[in-house]
């Protein structure tokens, strides 16, 4: 069994830039492909970032490459997302989530209770 807790979420301009966490406990972590997902009020969730269980691939949705970086500490059994230059349309609840899987693509057992990112002015 893994529990995600996700922090780091908030309020932020335009522009800005947060730092979202995602602790995990579970001897396992290191073996997990761990991503991040986001939910606006009145969408899916969808897809944000993911790495493998090395930390040495990643995969991005189109909408935040170049601006998002997802990495892994394995040490400390934590994932992060680095969010620059962020706009409006970011604004939504953070969750992150992890399970078994090949290179970025996981079956994502396990889901934390979100962290809420606002970005407004």
């Known amino acids: 069994q893994v529990q995600l807790v996700e922090s780091g979420g908030g309020l932020v301009q335009p522009g800005g830039s947060l730092r979202l966490s995602c602790q995990a406990s579970?001897?396992?972590?290191?073996?997990?492909?761990m991503a991040w997902f986001r939910q606006a009020p009145g969408k899916e969730r969808e897809f944000v970032a993911a790495i493998n269980w090395s930390g040495h691939i990643t995969r991005y949705a189109d909408s935040v490459k170049g601006r998002f970086t997802i990495s892994r500490d394995n040490v400390k059994n934590t994932v992060y997302l680095q969010m620059n230059s962020l706009k409006p349309d970011d604004s939504a609840v953070y969750y992150c989530?992890?399970?078994?899987?090949?290179?970025?693509?996981?079956?994502?057992?396990?889901w934390g209770q979100g962290t809420q990112v606002t970005v407004s002015s």
């Open positions: 989530a992890g399970g078994s899987g090949a290179g970025t693509y996981g079956e994502y057992d396990y």
């Open positions: 579970g001897r396992t972590f290191s073996n997990y492909v």
